[in-house]
């Protein structure tokens, strides 16, 4: 599925420049569709769902229907990506994910596997197909939204902690890897940001994981509070802006940053990783996780 209503912005009075932007939805993706369409690029928005492309179509974006679960989701995405901005493509901004709370040892495989599905194999294979379109732009950008448990574990949150930290690897490897082809690759890595993000983890911890019967069920009761909390109980929570604003830099910038951290939280939590004894940093992230 694909639709485009126009709008046909360019950068600087140059041709125009297109993004695209994955997990477009709502949160971060929505919020940094919506700001680098009024910046004057061009924006190609992806979402799952007809409800949610529908809702991107009526702001005056370009959609593109895609599932990163799906293998042939994501190789029709690709090539109507293509069709639509052809070798103008200037940046793809890999921002969908989603969080799968849980004890490691409550963690099924196939919960792991849907995980990296989605955090690493999907967007993996979006950056790949799309890499020639912004090779061929001379100046293109990768930029992904990791986060700061790409660079810290937290408990309960192996998969996404071990979904994150693969995709960092990854991404290090590809920035090397086209060192002096003219794109340019950054990780965004993000600290607690009000979105939606906690609201679909619960759903994931519901559906895959068995707590009621689990050896950490007092300690889920109070991970449950935590995502169906109405307001964010996280100290120093951050806005999609604070993201929108580091995305900026690493599209306008001549030399973009590896990476970006946002919030307070991931700038203090990505210090300590490199200063702390490795048992003084587990005792902090063992207090921060709510462990008893």
């Known amino acids: 599925m694909i639709k485009h209503t126009g709008n046909s912005n360019a950068i600087d009075g140059g041709t125009t420049q297109w993004v695209v932007v994955s997990g477009a939805s709502s949160g971060i993706g929505y919020e940094l569709a919506l700001s680098l369409q009024q910046y004057g690029y061009q924006v190609i928005a992806t979402a799952r769902k007809s409800s949610d492309l529908n809702k991107l179509e009526s702001m005056g974006l370009a ?88 660079l810290v574990a937290f408990p309960w949150q192996g998969a996404y902690n071990a979904s994150k930290y693969a995709l960092e690897g990854l991404t290090d490897t590809m920035r090397l890897e086209l060192r002096g082809s003219g794109v340019q690759v950054s990780l965004i890595e993000p600290g607690p940001i009000r979105s939606s993000f906690r609201h679909n983890a619960l759903q994931a911890f519901k559906t895959d994981v068995n707590w009621e019967e689990s050896h950490h069920t007092d300690n889920y009761r109070r991970i449950i509070g935590y995502y169906a909390a109405s307001s964010h109980p996280t100290p ?5 802006n604070h993201v929108i604003k580091r995305v900026l830099h690493a599209l306008h910038s001549k030399r973009a940053q590896p990476r970006y951290y946002v919030t307070l939280p991931s700038y203090l939590l990505a210090n300590c990783r490199r200063l702390l004894p490795y048992r003084m940093l587990d005792w902090l992230l063992h207090k921060l996780g709510g462990m008893r």
């Open 63 to 150: 959609t593109v229907q895609l599932e990163l679960m799906d293998e042939e989701s994501v190789n029709r995405a690709i090539n109507q990506i293509e069709k639509l901005c052809g070798t103008q493509l200037y940046a793809l901004i890999n921002n969908a994910a989603y969080g799968q709370p849980g004890a490691v040892e409550d963690l099924s495989r196939k919960a792991l596997e849907q995980q990296f599905a989605v955090n690493l194999f999907g967007t993996h294979q979006l950056t790949r197909g799309l890499l020639p379109l912004l090779r061929s732009g001379n100046g293109g950008r990768i930029v992904t939204i990791s986060s700061i448990l790409g």
């Open 236 to 240: 120093f929570t951050g806005t999609p």
